[in-house]
Nanobody
Framework: QVQVVESGGGLVQPGGSLRLSCAASGDTFPDYATGWFRQAPGKEREGVACINSMDERRWYATSVKGRFTIFRDNAKNTVHLQMNSLKPDDTGVYYC??????????????????WGRGTQVTVSS
Protein backbone atom coordinates (compact mmCIF):
# COMPACT_ATOMS: atom_id res chain seq x y z
CA GLN A 1 0.00 0.00 0.00
CA VAL A 2 1.25 3.45 -0.93
CA GLN A 3 0.56 6.39 1.36
CA VAL A 4 0.24 9.85 -0.14
CA VAL A 5 0.18 13.46 1.05
CA GLU A 6 -1.26 16.24 -1.11
CA SER A 7 -0.12 19.86 -1.00
CA GLY A 8 -0.12 23.06 -3.02
CA GLY A 9 -3.73 24.14 -2.80
CA GLY A 10 -4.88 27.67 -2.04
CA LEU A 11 -7.04 30.59 -3.06
CA VAL A 12 -6.56 31.86 -6.60
CA GLN A 13 -8.43 34.22 -8.90
CA PRO A 14 -10.12 32.96 -12.07
CA GLY A 15 -7.54 32.57 -14.80
CA GLY A 16 -4.77 31.90 -12.30
CA SER A 17 -2.56 28.85 -11.82
CA LEU A 18 -1.62 26.41 -9.09
CA ARG A 19 0.65 23.40 -8.94
CA LEU A 20 -0.42 20.55 -6.70
CA SER A 21 1.96 17.90 -5.43
CA CYS A 22 1.32 14.31 -4.43
CA ALA A 23 4.18 12.99 -2.31
CA ALA A 24 4.25 9.25 -1.77
CA SER A 25 5.98 6.99 0.71
CA GLY A 26 7.47 3.67 -0.27
CA ASP A 27 10.29 2.87 -2.66
CA THR A 28 7.93 1.10 -5.06
CA PHE A 29 5.99 4.26 -5.90
CA PRO A 30 7.53 4.51 -9.39
CA ASP A 31 5.86 1.15 -10.15
CA TYR A 32 2.38 2.57 -9.63
CA ALA A 33 0.10 4.78 -11.63
CA THR A 34 -1.31 7.87 -9.94
CA GLY A 35 -4.64 9.59 -10.19
CA TRP A 36 -5.82 13.06 -9.15
CA PHE A 37 -9.42 13.48 -8.09
CA ARG A 38 -11.52 16.31 -6.70
CA GLN A 39 -14.67 16.74 -4.70
CA ALA A 40 -16.75 19.90 -4.66
CA PRO A 41 -19.23 20.61 -1.84
CA GLY A 42 -22.36 18.53 -2.29
CA LYS A 43 -20.94 16.59 -5.22
CA GLU A 44 -19.37 13.19 -5.67
CA ARG A 45 -15.65 12.72 -6.05
CA GLU A 46 -14.59 12.82 -9.69
CA GLY A 47 -11.46 11.99 -11.62
CA VAL A 48 -9.38 14.88 -12.94
CA ALA A 49 -6.22 13.33 -14.40
CA CYS A 50 -4.13 10.20 -14.13
CA ILE A 51 -0.77 8.95 -15.34
CA ASN A 52 0.68 5.47 -15.83
CA SER A 53 4.02 4.57 -14.30
CA MET A 54 6.02 2.93 -17.09
CA ASP A 55 4.80 4.49 -20.33
CA GLU A 56 3.54 7.68 -18.62
CA ARG A 57 0.39 7.74 -20.68
CA ARG A 58 -2.01 10.37 -19.39
CA TRP A 59 -5.77 10.75 -19.28
CA TYR A 60 -7.74 13.87 -18.45
CA ALA A 61 -11.33 14.69 -17.65
CA THR A 62 -12.95 16.61 -20.50
CA SER A 63 -13.52 19.59 -18.23
CA VAL A 64 -9.78 20.10 -17.61
CA LYS A 65 -8.24 18.97 -20.89
CA GLY A 66 -5.92 21.62 -22.28
CA ARG A 67 -5.69 23.43 -18.93
CA PHE A 68 -4.26 20.82 -16.53
CA THR A 69 -1.10 18.76 -16.90
CA ILE A 70 -0.12 15.76 -14.80
CA PHE A 71 3.52 14.70 -14.63
CA ARG A 72 5.80 12.51 -12.54
CA ASP A 73 9.07 13.11 -10.70
CA ASN A 74 10.05 9.58 -9.75
CA ALA A 75 13.33 10.70 -8.20
CA LYS A 76 11.27 12.57 -5.61
CA ASN A 77 8.40 10.06 -5.41
CA THR A 78 6.07 12.86 -6.44
CA VAL A 79 3.34 13.42 -9.00
CA HIS A 80 2.33 16.98 -9.82
CA LEU A 81 -0.81 18.51 -11.23
CA GLN A 82 -0.19 21.81 -12.98
CA MET A 83 -3.46 23.73 -13.20
CA ASN A 84 -3.73 26.74 -15.49
CA SER A 85 -6.63 28.97 -16.54
CA LEU A 86 -8.49 28.03 -13.39
CA LYS A 87 -12.24 28.51 -13.22
CA PRO A 88 -14.64 28.76 -10.26
CA ASP A 89 -15.93 25.29 -11.20
CA ASP A 90 -12.47 23.90 -10.38
CA THR A 91 -13.06 24.67 -6.71
CA GLY A 92 -12.93 21.66 -4.43
CA VAL A 93 -10.73 19.39 -2.35
CA TYR A 94 -8.14 17.67 -4.51
CA TYR A 95 -6.93 14.17 -3.69
CA CYS A 96 -4.38 11.85 -5.19
CA UNK A 97 -4.09 8.11 -4.96
CA UNK A 98 -1.74 5.41 -6.13
CA UNK A 99 -3.26 2.95 -8.58
CA UNK A 100 -2.40 -0.25 -10.35
CA UNK A 101 -1.60 0.23 -14.03
CA UNK A 102 -3.27 1.35 -16.20
CA UNK A 103 -4.60 4.31 -14.29
CA UNK A 104 -8.27 5.22 -14.12
CA UNK A 105 -10.34 8.37 -13.68
CA UNK A 106 -12.94 6.38 -11.74
CA UNK A 107 -12.43 6.72 -7.98
CA UNK A 108 -11.68 3.47 -6.11
CA UNK A 109 -10.80 1.58 -9.30
CA UNK A 110 -7.49 -0.31 -9.17
CA UNK A 111 -6.47 1.57 -6.02
CA UNK A 112 -3.07 0.72 -4.54
CA UNK A 113 -3.25 2.79 -1.38
CA UNK A 114 -5.46 4.92 0.79
CA TRP A 115 -6.74 8.41 0.14
CA GLY A 116 -4.73 11.32 1.48
CA ARG A 117 -6.30 14.19 3.39
CA GLY A 118 -6.54 16.30 0.27
CA THR A 119 -5.69 19.92 -0.44
CA GLN A 120 -8.26 22.69 -0.84
CA VAL A 121 -8.40 24.65 -4.09
CA THR A 122 -10.62 27.72 -4.19
CA VAL A 123 -11.04 29.72 -7.37
CA SER A 124 -12.77 33.00 -6.65
CA SER A 125 -12.45 36.70 -7.29
Amino acid sequence: QVQVVESGGGLVQPGGSLRLSCAASGDTFPDYATGWFRQAPGKEREGVACINSMDERRWYATSVKGRFTIFRDNAKNTVHLQMNSLKPDDTGVYYCRAQENPCSLIPDIRSAGSWGRGTQVTVSS
